[in-house]
């Protein structure tokens, strides 16, 4: 769920041009303290964009974008869910929110729903492919898995969550050495990322298991 900024899109429709000043204002330095890692800021400065413009759903999105990074998951649902309202079902930021904390409560039925619909509202969205990926992996769903996947990268060749998800497809299929491309794929494209130790340490385990059959069919080691 990364930050969306309102006036990134190629045009400026009619709605963003009646956002008040000062609204766009609050807005702007609120992602400018995202940018800083200015948490408390950010969420001020946010929740005062919203009160000067109540229908400003961007905003809505962003204070619950800071929210869940602070660790308040509840109030974050609720904002996502408001920016979801205000914009009558149409920003796909906030419904892709919604659909990645939906399912990781455990939802994964209704996560799938509203991650389709956030996917419908937004087709260039590869976090919105890798997403739903990921919910049809939990699902049990390897096929249509892939193609969410594929469709992610198809979008952004170096999306690399694409590739955790394409990682639990071969592993599915007992396919370890195609498992081992895309943990490394991912390893290059993120080598600061915090899942890095839980990657290495699956490599490692699907290394040894790769290691053990070779042995078991009496294959040599070279």
């Known amino acids: 769920m990364p930050p969306h900024d309102v006036r990134n899109a190629a045009t400026v429709s009619v709605r963003q041009l009646r956002i008040p000043g000062k609204a766009m204002g609050e807005y702007q330095r609120g992602l400018q303290s995202i940018v800083k890692h200015d948490l408390t800021d950010a969420l001020k400065h946010f929740t005062k964009a919203s009160t000067a413009y109540p229908g400003f759903y961007e905003a809505q999105y962003h204070a619950g974008f800071v929210q869940l990074k602070m660790g308040h998951r509840e109030e974050a649902m609720q904002s996502f869910q408001r920016a979801v309202d205000l914009s009558e079902g149409r920003y796909a930021p906030a419904e892709l929110a919604v659909g990645a904390l939906l399912f990781e409560s455990g939802n994964a039925d209704a996560a799938e729903r509203v991650i389709r619909r956030g996917v419908e509202l937004d087709d ?73 130790v839980r990657v290495i340490k699956a490599r490692e385990f699907v290394l040894r298991k790769l290691a053990g059959a070779v042995l078991q069919a009496g294959i040599p080691l070279q």
């Not at 260039?124 to 249509?144: D, F, H, I, N, Q």
């Not at 007992?174 to 899942?195: G, K, N, T």
């Open 124 to 196: 260039s969205s590869p976090e919105g492919y890798a997403m739903l990926g990921m919910v049809l992996m939990r699902e049990r769903r390897p096929e249509e898995a892939e193609r969410s996947a594929r469709e992610a990268l198809l979008r952004r060749a170096n999306f690399a969550q694409a590739y955790l998800v394409l990682s639990d497809v071969h592993a599915s299929r007992h396919d370890y050495q195609a498992q081992i491309r895309d943990m490394d794929a991912y390893l290059a494209l993120e080598p600061d990322s915090p899942e890095r």
